[in-house]
């Protein structure tokens, strides 16, 4: 158990850098998410702390360890693969009590770790049975057990559930939360879906083309976007985004729809400033269909173009400004295409970006 | 670079691993390739004879050039060499694909089809050369007997002494050895055929034919293509098959440019000589060779195929 | 009742042109056998005698040296050499190969496709043609008509095909397999023989019978880069029989198998290993 720390972590392949020298504290038994579209470096960042990947220049430490140089073997983790890199060849029994057989521990110790492991993920029945035998959640389950077995100092879990239909990805969700919370360590998790890094995270890393974007709880991510990019990442469906300029006390759109500056944001921002405005669908609701119909409000009348139903609510498809904008209608009932409602718009909700930094006002 | 790589010795550096692992088979080519054909691009442009050994200091410059570039004999045995191998392979191709798609259609016995198809391409080349300069012979031939027992012909004919007759007996013996490798690859294709753009192609109201050329050839291409590879590597194969039914003979009528190079240095010993021939057929084997892989690489993009 | 009945036309004919095509691969194979069993006589006579009257082995007895009639072609010899050359010649080329074949599956690096593509065209070199400088340098530096001598040339041979080979063999292994084994605590090494080469063994095996097979029926190297019985090889050997005023037909034939059956029976082994290593290398490349 240890708190692992990314000092200017730069990673180039050839002349092309991927990592641009980040920097991240994990703290001791933190559930850390690294979370980002394909090619953002989340999966190199992890690689690189697990020791697959070599440095190119800054320095990583787990515990009070420097281990810029140690193999993967020195660095007492353990990792699960996205396509769980089971041994085909050896039992469910052998590859979980592989790792300690490396470390040549004694039969019996390997005996008592593979079982205590195979009783936390209820893999008891299946110990002689090879990969093959295996549905996709035992495999999942199997490389989890492979990785506790060696108590190390940290967990890294790379894309884990992304081989997974729907329903066992949700299933094995609560059961990474419920096995962290049995086997306290420190955990860096990468994914790219965010509502994985939502429910998981202690701390969500938001990375994008080798940067971080931000770091956070998923509360400070989902409420207080530093960017556009993390605002429209975090979040689904995701937030919209309408450019807009401010006129004294009013935001207004290029069609000449005006909104008033919420009050909470009005020293943040200059008249004639270029913003843009985030509004998350749940925060734009038909008149009598919010669920929270308090605080500062704006409404405005809008033609629902299409409406998808989900059950609880109903996503709207409207346009402000001539762009696709989404609502939510919660308690929903009918509507029919075409139709005109009036929406109320959180004000309070509502977040705005400098038009041209595409960052949050409020950081100036 | 940085101050991590600075600690590393060179050679334990992560990047200079594979040249490491790739160490001794470059060296053991550099030595037992490489180094010979250094020595013997050299000797091409001496007037080197085995029984004169100083003459391998004899510098002639392109004379062994010149001088093969305009004896007929060379030509004639170059040409001879071309047509051997386009005829061959395009054979090897037709067949090969035939029998693959003969085979896919079965499904009884289909395994041991297949096994027993990829036995002359383990045949070692010189037994199938005895194997058909016995069946081909004259006398005593399977072949003659069986045709006189049928009445179909009276006398012997003379498979591996006539013109015709004796090129078509080499050119069989290539192809009934190197089929299989095109008609195994060719099946592994059609094994490895996605079922869907063929359905698909059904639906859109594609013939049998249609769907054959529009569809199964064009997937079927890399694998044609790796055949055609596997096979310009050893080309010269067929040397060892000639040697044994014709010798090149009678009187150089199915002499090739290999058999031509054994003549000119072993028999007669004029080593700068056949080196110069030599050299003619290694670029004409590495051509063949550069030629399919390069269509092999373009196929392969062609069909998305991985980095 | 119109398309049933083209149906069953089809089904007759593939299987009329299978069994055509069966004949014309087994037929020469097994005529060359037969013969190999069959007194010299019968092999000769006129009108030809179809159906063996006598089978023998005196033929094979003759080759190895315990017939009644005693022959000049020293094939025991020539089989020891051959089984000595090809096994040792595979031996190297198996781990030379394995090396450079992980070495292309596993790494990025410079020149990675130039040295691919060299390799490949080294192989493409005729043997006849390679066989000009190697004669002359081997004979300058003591191999020629040696074991060693064409074990060198053999490996050299065989290297580029089964890197080609076993390069296929390791990359269908997920690089994963050997990353969760170096995490597990495995150095790389060990991280190899405990999980990759077990996993690749099969495939590793077959490019090993390729090999053998390639040293074992070799000839156009052979047969100049040897000379006497401390050299020769089966191949070689087969064409003293030729050298003699009267072929030997049923002799050479009991030679010819002893060639084959090794072929045979490995190929029976090897067989589909073979296929997916040839095609995976090429088509994933």
């Given at each position: 158990m240890a708190e692992i720390k990314l000092e200017n972590v730069v990673k180039n392949y050839g002349k092309l850098e991927v990592v641009h020298g980040i920097n991240l504290d994990i703290a001791h038994n933190e559930f850390v998410v690294l979370v980002g579209p394909s090619g953002c470096g989340k999966s190199t960042t992890l690689r690189m702390i697990a020791g697959l990947e070599e440095i190119t220049d800054g320095e990583i430490s787990i515990g009070p360890q420097v281990v810029n140089e140690l193999p993967p073997r020195k660095r007492n983790i353990s990792m699960v693969f996205q396509n769980y890199a089971l041994y085909p060849h050896m039992s469910v029994r052998e590859n979980l009590g592989f790792g300690l057989k490396i470390a040549k521990q004694s039969d019996a110790m390997v005996e008592e770790r593979v079982g205590e492991a195979a009783e936390i993920l209820g893999l008891q029945e299946l110990l002689d049975r090879t990969p093959a035998e295996l549905s996709g959640g035992q495999r999942q389950r199997v490389a989890m057990g492979r990785a506790i077995v060696r108590h190390p100092e940290a967990f890294l879990f790379d894309e884990p559930l992304s081989n997974l239909d729907a329903k066992l990805r949700v299933q094995m969700r609560t059961e990474i939360k419920k096995l962290h919370q049995k086997v306290k360590t420190t955990v860096v998790y990468v994914t790219h879906d965010q509502v994985e890094a939502m429910t998981l995270a202690d701390r969500i890393v938001v990375m994008k083309d080798g940067w971080i974007e931000q770091v956070g709880t998923p509360m400070e991510v989902f409420n207080h976007p530093v960017n556009t990019f993390v605002a429209s990442f975090i979040g689904s469906p995701p937030m919209n985004l309408i450019p807009a300029t401010v006129e004294g006390a009013e935001i207004v759109f290029a069609d000449t729809t005006r909104l008033p500056v919420p009050a909470r944001l009005e020293s943040h921002i200059s008249d004639g400033q270029k913003v843009i405005l985030g509004l998350r669908p749940d925060d734009l609701t038909p008149e009598g269909h919010g669920i929270i119909e308090s605080g500062q409000k704006a409404s405005m009348q809008l033609t629902v173009d299409l409406a998808e139903l989900l059950g609880t609510e109903t996503i709207l498809y409207t346009q402000i400004n001539g762009q696709e904008v989404l609502g939510k209608m919660f308690d929903p009932r009918e509507v029919e295409p075409g139709e005109s409602m009036s929406f109320n718009i959180s004000l309070d909700k509502v977040h705005l970006f400098d038009a041209e930094t595409q960052k949050s006002v409020r950081l100036g | 670079m940085s101050r991590i790589n600075k600690s590393i010795p060179f050679w334990r550096r992560e990047q200079f691993t594979p040249f490491l692992l790739l160490m001794p088979a470059i060296l053991i080519l550099l030595l037992v390739v490489l180094l010979p054909l250094l020595f013997s691009l050299y000797t091409s442009f001496t007037g080197y004879r085995l029984i004169r050994p100083d003459s391998l200091y004899n510098w002639v410059g392109f004379r062994n050039y010149e001088r093969i570039f305009t004896n007929a004999n060379f030509w004639y045995a170059f040409g001879r060499t071309v047509l051997f191998l386009t005829i061959a392979l395009n054979l090897e191709f037709l067949f090969g694909l035939g029998i693959a798609l003969l085979i896919n259609k079965i499904t009884w016995g289909q395994r041991t089809l297949r096994t027993i198809m990829m036995f002359p391409m383990m045949f070692s080349p010189i037994l199938v050369g005895y194997q058909f300069k016995f069946i081909f012979?004259?006398?005593?031939?399977i072949l003659n007997n069986a045709l006189q027992a049928l009445g179909l012909s009276d006398g012997a004919i003379p498979w591996l002494v006539d013109k015709q007759l004796a090129m078509f007996s080499i050119i069989f013996a290539e192809v009934w050895m190197s089929t299989s490798i095109f008609a195994i690859l060719l099946l592994a294709g059609l094994f490895a055929m996605p079922r869907d753009p063929l359905e698909a192609a059904k639906v859109d109201g594609c013939n049998p034919w249609q769907v054959f050329r529009h569809i199964t050839l064009p997937f079927l291409m890399p694998f044609a293509f790796i055949a055609m590879t596997i096979r310009s590597l050893d080309v010269a194969r067929a040397y060892d098959i000639v040697d044994v039914m014709t010798g090149g003979g009678p009187?150089?009528?199915?002499?090739?440019l290999w058999t031509l190079i054994a003549r000119v240095g072993y028999d007669n010993s004029r080593m700068g000589q056949a080196n110069a021939m030599a050299y003619v057929s290694i670029l004409l084997s590495i051509a063949f060779t550069y030629y399919f892989f390069r269509k092999l690489i373009a196929a392969r993009r062609y069909m998305g195929g991985a980095d | 009742m119109d398309t049933k009945l083209k149906k069953r036309i089809g089904k007759i004919v593939s299987w009329l042109l299978t069994f055509l095509l069966m004949l014309v691969i087994c037929i020469p194979g097994l005529w060359v056998v037969l013969t190999g069993f069959r007194p010299n006589r019968e092999v000769l006579a006129k009108p030809a005698i179809w159906i063996p009257e006598e089978l023998t082995l005196n033929n094979f007895a003759q080759i190895f040296g315990f017939g009644a009639e005693q022959i000049a072609i020293p094939v025991p010899a020539y089989f020891t050499n051959s089984l000595i050359i090809a096994l040792t010649s595979t031996a190297i080329a198996l781990l030379v190969g394995m090396s450079g074949g992980y070495a292309f599956a596993r790494f990025r690096f410079k020149y990675k496709d130039t040295l691919f593509l060299g390799l490949m065209l080294s192989r493409t070199v005729p043997g006849i043609a390679l066989s000009l400088p190697v004669f002359m340098i081997w004979s300058r530096i003591g191999l020629i008509d040696t074991k060693p001598g064409l074990i060198i040339v053999y490996v050299a041979l065989n290297v580029p095909f089964t890197i080609w080979l076993i390069d296929g063999f390791f990359r269908q292994i997920p690089k994963e397999m050997s990353e969760a084994a170096q995490v597990d605590g495995c150095t790389r090494w060990q991280a190899f023989w405990k999980i990759e080469f077990p996993l690749a063994k099969s495939g590793i095996a077959s490019a090993g019978i390729f090999a053998f097979l390639t040293s074992w029926n070799e000839y156009a190297l052979a047969s100049q880069l040897t000379r006497s019985t401390d050299s020769k090889t089966l191949p070689v050997g087969l064409m003293d029989f030729t050298a003699q005023f009267t072929i030997d037909w049923a002799g050479m034939s009991a030679m010819a198998v002893i060639i084959i059956i090794p072929a045979l029976i490995l190929t029976f082994i090897v067989q589909k290993h073979l296929i997916s290593g040839l095609t995976f290398g090429g088509v994933k490349g």
């Open positions: - | 012979n004259d006398n005593i031939g009187a150089g009528r199915t002499e090739l | -």
